[in-house]
């Protein structure tokens, strides 16, 4: 690690406006408290330390053994939020149900380069200011909300907070799950529900409000190509919008070296697959309207997330 580093930069509304495709008027009106609170002062990783960390991602992806999405994963994900859930009863702090895997590494990407971040939260900061202006912007007039894998529930308290009239439901596989949000419901009014179900084999006997909307945020990378069961049932219950926060391969530049990185790590784990491909062949059928498709420039050294908005029609 170089000694030199000064931290000058900073992700402004400026940035954020161009990276999620809107105005710094739009991003200040519903983001401008975190903007002046929360650290995004960076600097960008270059020259001998930036070619490290590419060998480095590279000999990992040559030799280190990751575990690969799929079914056989449910025991580890209701173990790791199990943790999270035990955590959360000793402290009462809601903070405590963040993924561990948010802020684990010390590396960043933004745009297309490595950074390093001044603040050790700043992955955590960028999430939490793009969740605020990603609900402030789509979920406004929902009187429902559903999260398909919600895992420790920190998106359904942040929806909660935010719109206090709306009914909030989250499905996922893991007890743990359900357990986290039958503890911090009261907190709520009790308007927030969890429900067992599973994205590999959905049941399609769940009703949902007419006119809801539907929300994942990194569960249906775990899918891999084993999309298709959910993506029926989405398109079955018709909400008046879905959004999909998840890494999509078809969106990287596999003629840019980092990108060509993170399409690599992305087929070693498994993660989702042709979704986004898929969705546009129901478009052109007529199936479904997709309203955006939006890299948005963050996460590990590794790979980052996607956005997708959408809906069916008819």
Not at 46 to 55: N, T
């Amino acid at each position: 690690m170089r000694e030199d580093y000064t931290y000058e930069r900073s992700v402004t509304a400026k940035d954020f406006a161009d990276i999620f495709g809107t105005t710094e008027e739009d991003i200040n009106a519903k983001c401008g408290e975190m903007l002046q609170r929360d650290n995004f002062q960076y600097d960008t990783v270059e020259g001998k330390e930036r070619d490290q960390i590419i060998v480095s991602v590279l000999k990992e992806l040559e030799g280190k053994p990751f575990s690969v999405s799929g079914q056989e994963r449910q025991i580890q994900w209701e173990k790791g939020w199990r943790e999270n859930l035990d955590v959360f009863l000793r402290s009462g702090d809601i903070r405590d149900l963040t993924p561990k895997y948010i802020n684990k590494h010390p590396i960043k990407r933004l745009k297309q380069n490595y950074i390093r971040p001044k603040s050790e939260n700043y992955e955590l900061n960028y999430f939490n200011l793009f969740k605020t202006w990603l609900f402030k912007t789509y979920f406004h007039n929902a009187s429902s909300i559903y999260e398909f894998g919600f895992g420790p529930g920190h998106n359904l308290a942040t929806l909660a907070d935010m719109y206090p009239q709306a009914r909030l439901t989250g499905f996922d596989w893991a007890k743990s799950s359900i357990e986290i949000l039958d503890a911090i419901s009261p907190m709520y009014g009790d308007r927030i529900a969890g429900k067992l179900f599973n994205m590999f084999s959905p049941d399609f006997e769940v009703e949902v409000d007419k006119q809801s909307a539907f929300l994942t945020i990194g569960s249906l990378e775990q899918l891999g190509d084993s999309f298709e069961k959910i993506l029926d049932f989405f398109i079955r219950k018709k909400p008046s919008i879905c959004v999909n926060v998840e890494p999509i391969i078809e969106l990287y530049d596999p003629e840019h070296l980092l990108d060509w990185l993170a399409i690599k790590y992305h087929q070693k784990r498994g993660y989702l697959n042709n979704y986004l491909t898929r969705l546009r062949e129901l478009e052109s059928q007529g199936v479904i309207e997709i309203c955006e498709t939006r890299r948005i420039h963050f996460s590990n050294q590794y790979h980052e997330g996607s956005l997708i908005v959408w809906r069916p029609i008819g």
